[in-house]
């Protein structure tokens, strides 16, 4: 039996582990268990249910995020603030097998959340925002980035199979008789990297244009 003493970060720090080889579909407190050489009942003690061991995985995952963010100087403008802060937690995210979907929709455990959160509407407020149209802008561009990654890591590869992503000469194929659909394939699913920045971009001039009085 194990000898470290069990708690709910540990948990959740083998769970994050696991998840890269199983993903979120077969992550359970059952294999966890067996990676921490316990009995699934104990892990009970910690976690009334999986969405509870999510909640804390992903308060884990925000937790090593906002280190990277202490370790770092924050831009001066705004925009490129905005944007750094989103491609962050874009890398963040993709360290993780579905780690968008851990990510998305949880409840944080703790106030690991405030400090960064407090940091960038101070950021978009100096810069001339309100403080309801930074909380919009921020909400707008980190929405963006969730649903981005949760789309890339649907598309494969995946890790565990090593299945590749969209076919897109298939694709193509399917759709000859709807030739802006079928071309379109490269721009949405192609190019993962330089999508992200181009989608960005979109989201933090149209915040400029619409949010900032």
């Known amino acids: ?42 892990l009970y003690w910690h976690f009334k249910d999986k969405q509870a061991l999510l909640d804390e995985m992903a308060t884990e995952m925000l937790r090593r995020m906002a280190a990277d963010m202490q370790a770092s100087d924050p831009p001066a403008d705004w925009r490129e603030g905005l944007a750094a802060a989103m491609r962050s937690l874009r890398e963040h995210l993709l360290r993780y097998r579905d780690g968008a979907k851990v990510y998305s929709g949880t409840h944080f455990t703790d106030m690991s959340y405030a400090e960064p959160m407090e940091a960038h509407l101070r950021m978009l407020t100096g810069a001339g925002f309100t403080p309801a149209a930074a909380a919009r802008a ?22 565990a199979t090593g299945a590749e992503g969209y076919d897109l000469a ?22 993962r990297d330089a999508g992200f920045e181009a989608g960005l971009a979109a989201v933090v001039a149209g915040v400029g244009a619409v949010l900032l009085g």
């Open 138 to 159: 921020w909400l707008t561009a980190y929405s963006y980035t969730i649903g981005y990654v949760i789309e890339e890591q649907a598309m494969g590869p995946d890790p």
């Open 1 to 42: 039996m194990a000898t470290e003493r069990l708690d709910r970060i540990r948990v959740a720090r083998t769970a994050l582990r696991l998840l890269n080889e199983v993903g979120l579909e077969g992550l359970t407190l059952r294999a966890i268990a067996k990676e921490l050489d316990v009995k699934a009942p104990a």
């Open 170 to 191: 298939a694709r193509a194929e399917r759709l000859a008789e709807y030739p802006l659909a079928a071309a379109a394939g490269e721009e949405m699913f192609a190019g």
